[in-house]
């Protein structure tokens, strides 16, 4: 599936309007009455209908499904915010025949909003680049506490379509329908918060049109990333079966490097090898004994005898972290051994911004917090912009980059992957030493087979996602651990 900016969205729908095979008119009236069998879909007993509308198309498509509900016996009020002589051509025809069936637009009311069973949002539409501010932001504000169910058309008010932002405040809609594309902001940032259940329509646009258009970024199912695993031999044995090697576990987190090594195990990584501190190699053994454990004075022969490397869960940055981050990196120098970095070996990267290899051969897997003081700002800043962000964070620091969080990004410098899957239930402490543990584990088993590090990542990203849905579909929200993710596997 791929995904697009709101210009990109904007551009289609431009492109789509000269072909000359479909007039902005009928493009509206078609997301109408798309929207409004949204309607009647989701709020089959809604009888009573008040409907905001702005003066873009956005608003055009408001009194569009105005002129539905109408003929379909429902009663409506319309709040007409602007000034109807600012109507683009195609609104201000839609406009024209409302008021020909008797329909006036009034200001916004805060009793005719009370008296609805239901509230369309139409008022900006995916255009929106600025905060929010005077009479809309009172508008908005009165919406959200009425706590009336929300239709929004194409994105809630407020949400930037592109990256999710929320400028100054927005609508939160129940549902949301989203013409012609799948746009970005729909499925990452904070205002995924704010769409409720998402609906995409394409309007019946024909193929060969998005063709025209490179999509920002990409999504696929999880099985797509599950094919590109190489099958396993019959023959296979342990040492044909991809060896793994996590480094972590610093004092007091012997617990981060059990979750990243146990996950490599089941993700399915033939010999899984541990650097840790002394005091947790017994123990480790003890819980997982298939687990191999060594002293830190073994890491310089450990690096050149596996497949594939991770360091970070638990590390610290203290001067043992320090001294096993720079062996590591100083391996990965001179090693095409692919390597996982995350948590504090994140840290400690950013601090050494002299020692990072021309063309590295490893896979970085931040939250937003990491991704932060990887670039030198605030998580805000990181969050404002996620795709911002991970294309700097390439830019820095190259390899493959996974920007973690509501709807996370994976990218190599030239495919951007969303991944869809996942939940708030999944913010909880140790997760993402679980991932790390998955792809280093899948990056073992596809060393010398054709898997790419961007394959790798993808898989353990989407594969670690899906789990986590499954465990929700039974369970709490909140009472989802990491080592649920790992039962999963």
Same mark, same amino acid.
């Not at 210009?7 to 009928?26: H, K, T, V, W």
């Not at 409907?51 to 409506?76: K, P, R």
């Not at 296979?236 to 981060?256: F, R, V, Y």
């Not at 830019?395 to 994976?410: P, T």
């Given at each position: 599936?791929?995904?697009?900016?709101?210009?990109?969205?904007?551009?289609?729908?431009?492109?789509?309007?000269?072909?000359?095979?479909?007039?902005?008119?009928?493009?509206?009236?078609?997301?109408?009455?798309?929207?409004?069998?949204?309607?009647?879909?989701?709020?089959?007993?809604?009888?009573?209908?008040?409907?905001?509308? +702005?003066?873009?198309?956005? +608003?055009?498509?408001?009194?569009?499904?105005?002129?539905?509900?109408?003929?379909?016996?429902?009663?409506?009020?319309?709040?007409?915010?602007?000034?109807?002589?600012?109507?683009?051509?195609?609104?201000?025809?839609?406009?024209?025949?409302?008021?020909?069936?008797?329909?006036?637009?009034?200001?916004?009311?805060?009793?005719?909003?009370?008296?609805?069973?239901?509230?369309?949002?139409?008022?900006?539409?995916?255009?929106?680049?600025?905060?929010?501010?005077?009479?809309?932001?009172?508008?908005?504000?009165?919406?959200?506490?009425?706590?009336?169910?929300?239709?929004?058309?194409?994105?809630?008010?407020?949400?930037?379509?592109?990256?999710?932002?929320?400028?100054?405040?927005?609508?939160?809609?129940?549902?949301?329908?989203?013409?012609?594309?799948?746009?970005?902001?729909?499925?990452?940032?904070?205002?995924?918060?704010?769409?409720?259940?998402?609906? #995409?329509?394409?309007?019946?646009?024909?193929?060969?049109?998005?063709?025209?258009?490179?999509?920002?970024?990409?999504?696929?199912?999880?099985?797509?990333?599950?094919?590109?695993?190489?099958?396993?031999?019959?023959?296979?044995?342990? +040492?044909?079966?991809?060896?793994?090697?996590?480094?972590?576990?610093?004092?007091?987190?012997?617990?981060?490097?059990?979750?990243?090594?146990?996950?490599?195990?089941?993700?399915?990584?033939?010999?899984?090898?541990?650097?840790?501190?002394?005091?947790?190699?017994?123990?480790?053994?003890?819980?997982?004994?298939?687990?191999?454990?060594?002293?830190?004075?073994?890491?310089?022969?450990?690096?050149?005898?596996?497949?594939?490397?991770?360091?970070?869960?638990?590390?610290?940055?203290?001067?043992?972290?320090?001294?096993?981050?720079?062996?590591?990196?100083?391996?990965?120098?001179?090693?095409?051994?692919?390597?996982?970095?995350?948590?504090?070996?994140?840290?400690?990267?950013?601090?050494?911004?002299?020692?990072?290899?021309?063309?590295?051969?490893?896979?970085?897997?931040?939250?937003?917090?990491?991704?932060?003081?990887?670039?030198?700002?605030?998580?805000?800043?990181?969050?404002?912009?996620?795709?911002?962000?991970?294309?700097?964070?390439?830019?820095?620091?190259?390899?493959?980059?996974?920007?973690?969080?509501?709807?996370?990004?994976?990218?190599?410098?030239?495919?951007?992957?969303?991944?869809?899957?996942?939940?708030?239930?999944?913010?909880?402490?140790?997760?993402?030493?679980?991932?790390?543990?998955?792809?280093?584990?899948?990056?073992?088993?596809?060393?010398?087979?054709?898997?790419?590090?961007?394959?790798?990542?993808?898989?353990?990203?989407?594969?670690?996602?899906?789990?986590?849905?499954?465990? #929700?579909?039974?369970?709490?929200?909140?009472?989802?651990?990491?080592?649920?993710?790992?039962?999963?596997?």
């Amino acid at each position: 599936m791929k995904l697009y900016s709101a210009e990109q969205s904007q551009q289609l729908d431009r492109l789509a309007i000269a072909s000359g095979n479909f007039p902005g008119i009928l493009l509206m009236k078609r997301a109408a009455y798309r929207a409004f069998q949204t309607l009647r879909q989701h709020w089959p007993q809604a009888k009573k209908l008040y409907i905001l509308c +702005g003066t873009g198309n956005n +608003g055009g498509d408001g009194l569009a499904l105005a002129q539905y509900a109408i003929l379909e016996g429902l009663e409506v009020d319309i709040a007409l915010v602007g000034n109807s002589d600012h109507f683009k051509p195609d609104a201000q025809q839609v406009f024209s025949e409302l008021t020909q069936l008797g329909v006036i637009s009034q200001n916004f009311s805060s009793a005719k909003l009370e008296e609805a069973d239901l509230v369309v949002d139409a008022l900006l539409g995916i255009g929106l680049n600025k905060d929010i501010e005077g009479k809309l932001s009172d508008i908005i504000n009165q919406v959200s506490q009425a706590h009336k169910p929300i239709l929004a058309l194409d994105i809630p008010t407020g949400i930037n379509a592109t990256t999710g932002q929320i400028h100054g405040c927005a609508i939160r809609a129940n549902v949301t329908i989203s013409f012609i594309t799948h746009k970005l902001g729909l499925y990452t940032g904070l205002g995924a918060d704010h769409i409720g259940k998402k609906v #995409i329509d394409d309007l019946n646009l024909p193929a060969t049109l998005f063709e025209q258009i490179p999509s920002l970024a990409d999504f696929h199912d999880l099985a797509y990333w599950q094919n590109k695993m190489p099958k396993r031999s019959i023959a296979a044995h342990k +040492g044909s079966s991809g060896t793994s090697l996590l480094i972590g576990g610093n004092h007091s987190m012997a617990g981060a490097i059990q979750l990243a090594a146990t996950a490599a195990l089941r993700a399915g990584s033939g010999l899984v090898k541990v650097i840790s501190q002394p005091g947790h190699l017994q123990t480790l053994t003890e819980q997982q004994p298939e687990l191999m454990t060594y002293p830190t004075k073994q890491l310089e022969m450990l690096l050149t005898q596996v497949n594939a490397i991770a360091i970070g869960p638990g590390l610290g940055e203290d001067n043992w972290a320090q001294k096993l981050f720079q062996q590591t990196l100083q391996h990965s120098m001179q090693s095409p051994t692919p390597l996982v970095m995350d948590a504090d070996a994140l840290k400690l990267l950013a601090q050494n911004p002299q020692q990072r290899p021309t063309k590295p051969n490893w896979v970085l897997t931040p939250h937003p917090g990491e991704a932060a003081q990887m670039l030198g700002c605030s998580t805000q800043e990181v969050q404002s912009d996620r795709l911002a962000a991970i294309r700097k964070l390439h830019e820095m620091y190259g390899g493959v980059i996974v920007l973690k969080g509501n709807g996370s990004l994976i990218f190599d410098g030239e495919q951007m992957e969303l991944c869809p899957l996942g939940n708030a239930g999944m913010a909880v402490g140790g997760m993402g030493d679980v991932l790390t543990g998955m792809i280093t584990s899948y990056l073992a088993q596809g060393s010398g087979q054709g898997m790419t590090l961007m394959d790798a990542a993808c898989l353990g990203v989407y594969q670690h996602a899906a789990i986590a849905d499954q465990v #929700i579909e039974n369970r709490s929200l909140t009472s989802l651990i990491p080592s649920d993710i790992i039962d999963g596997l």
